[in-house]
């Protein structure tokens, strides 16, 4: 079963406006992080913000932020004002620390959503 | 201060030949991970270690691939013998157990290999 799910593979969205891009997971781990990662066309991983699952407050990095729903067990990232260097895939991820083994700190990455803003 | 090195950047080689990747993760990270990425199966993980221990290597395609890591500061993916389907970006990427944002994996630049 996927345990990260991005539903959108495309979205075009027009410059200067916000974009949602949808993320959902899966874990019975009462104990996990979630991960936004850019990865624009030169194809390095950048990481953009980060929300542990005991956070009582939703992350903000500047002009992401995350939406997180953790009833509905989603972690949507919201990029306000889009620039044109905004273009790029992003990939949403999970860490669980599943039990009894130890340190489980591996991420698992959905498929990923390419952006492309629209001058 | 030094990001995760990663090489060869790019690597062209003919179908049966060994390939060896390199990474030098960040000083200090004590886990250190392989993941493939290709656009049919998206980022795989391949396999991690955690203070130079294999911790699961699950993802590991098959026989043909290995990984080490002698010591902290170094690790290699091996293809023996190489296939055209082995053709993918190599990302090696390191994190730290305990911190802020604990589990954040900071990325290399990835290794694409091509395999002919």
């Known amino acids: 079963a996927q345990k990260i799910t991005q539903t959108q593979p495309g979205m075009f969205v027009q410059e200067k406006e916000a974009v949602t891009l949808d993320c959902t997971y899966d874990?019975?781990?009462?104990?996990?992080?979630l991960f936004w990662y850019k990865q624009p066309s030169s194809g390095e991983m950048i990481f953009l913000i980060y929300?542990?699952?005991?956070?009582?407050q939703n992350a903000t990095e500047g002009r992401y932020s995350l939406n997180f729903q953790k009833a509905r067990k989603s972690a949507n990232l919201v990029i306000s004002a889009s620039q044109l260097g905004d273009s790029a895939m992003y990939f949403c991820?999970?860490?669980?620390?599943?039990?009894?083994?130890?340190?489980?700190?591996?991420?698992?990455f959905g498929t990923g959503t390419r952006l492309t803003i629209i001058p | 201060d030094a990001g995760v090195i990663q090489s060869p950047r790019h690597e062209v080689t003919e179908m049966g030949q060994e390939v060896t990747l390199r990474c030098k993760p960040i000083?200090?990270?004590?886990?250190l991970f392989w993941y493939r990425q290709t656009m049919m199966r998206g980022l795989e993980l391949l396999i991690y270690?955690?203070?130079?221990?294999?911790?699961?290597d699950s993802g590991m395609p098959e026989d043909r691939f290995s990984a080490k890591m002698p010591n902290a500061s170094f690790s290699t993916l091996k293809i023996q013998p190489s296939e055209p389907r082995d053709s993918a970006v190599y990302f090696c990427?390191?994190?730290?157990?305990?911190?802020?944002?604990?589990?954040?994996?900071?990325f290399g630049e990835g290794s694409r290999l091509t395999v002919l």
């Open positions: 991820a999970m860490r669980e620390r599943s039990r009894p083994s130890f340190g489980n700190e591996k991420l698992t």
């Open positions: 929300q542990g699952s005991y956070d009582q």
């Open positions: 000083s200090g990270h004590d886990y």
């Open positions: 270690f955690n203070n130079n221990v294999p911790i699961d």
């Open positions: 990427a390191s994190s730290l157990s305990s911190g802020q944002r604990t589990g954040e994996l900071f």
């Open positions: 874990t019975s781990d009462p104990s996990y992080g």
